[in-house]
């Protein structure tokens, strides 16, 4: 029992703070002083009439002075000159002539030098030994007096007999047992090749 009670004394407090605090808490009216001009009063109109009978003073002490007006001005006999006449015309003219004199005379232009004509360039017959080792003589047929011989290129094989034109520029001028004469079209070259079989072509200037 005496736990009980206890704990009943407890939410007793608990409930008494509570009804405090929300006393206190509890929003009140704020007043407000009171105005020190209340309405209806006439000490604010009288405030405001003061500064017009000041500036009415003060414009009676004004007056217009209309004998400035009647004194007859001294005209100005100073320097004189054309307001339409350009104003820097004299220094234009002397930096114009300053210029000329200061300029040295410029020396002649050369002459335009012509560019020698260099001659056109033809196949190089450097290209002719690459280009013909890449064939390779596998042999060749002799039938009716004329002998076709076998070139074997990549996995192409090409039959060439005499007058024939292989490679686009190679021209089989002469075929023997023994060499093969070219004629290079593009350059009137003349390479004998000799031949032999399974070997790739090397050539041999005449």
């Known amino acids: 029992m ?3 009670r206890l704990i009943l004394l407890i939410l007793l407090i608990l ?3 509570t009804l405090i605090w929300s006393y206190l808490s509890y929003p009140r009216l704020k007043t407000v002083s009171p105005m020190k001009y209340p309405p209806g009063s006439h000490l604010k109109a009288e405030k405001k009439r003061q500064p017009l009978v000041k500036a009415a003073s003060s414009a009676e002490g004004r007056s217009l002075r209309l004998d ?3 004194k007859e001005q001294a005209s100005f006999k100073g320097y004189r000159r ?6 820097f015309i004299d220094e234009l003219k002397v930096m114009k002539q300053m210029a ?5 005379a410029l020396p002649p232009a050369p002459a335009p030098k012509t560019a ?3 001659p056109v360039p033809t196949a190089a017959t450097g ?3 690459r280009e013909l080792a890449r064939f390779t003589f596998l042999g060749f047929l002799k039938k009716n007096n004329q002998k076709t011989i076998f070139l074997a290129k990549d996995k192409d094989i090409i039959l060439v007999k005499k007058g024939e034109t292989f490679a686009g520029r190679y021209q089989a001028a002469s075929i ?3 060499a093969l004469t070219i004629l290079v079209t593009d350059t009137g070259e003349e390479i004998v090749i000799p031949l032999i079989e399974n070997r790739p072509l090397s050539m041999a200037s005449k």
Do not use: M
């Open 15 to 17: 409930l008494v703070a």
């Open 68 to 70: 400035l007006l009647n």
């Open 127 to 129: 290209t002719a030994p």
């Open 100 to 104: 000329s004199v200061a300029k040295p």
């Open 82 to 87: 054309d307001i339409f006449k350009p104003v």
């Open 2 to 4: 005496s736990r009980q």
């Open 116 to 118: 020698p004509v260099l």
């Open 176 to 178: 023997t047992d023994q």
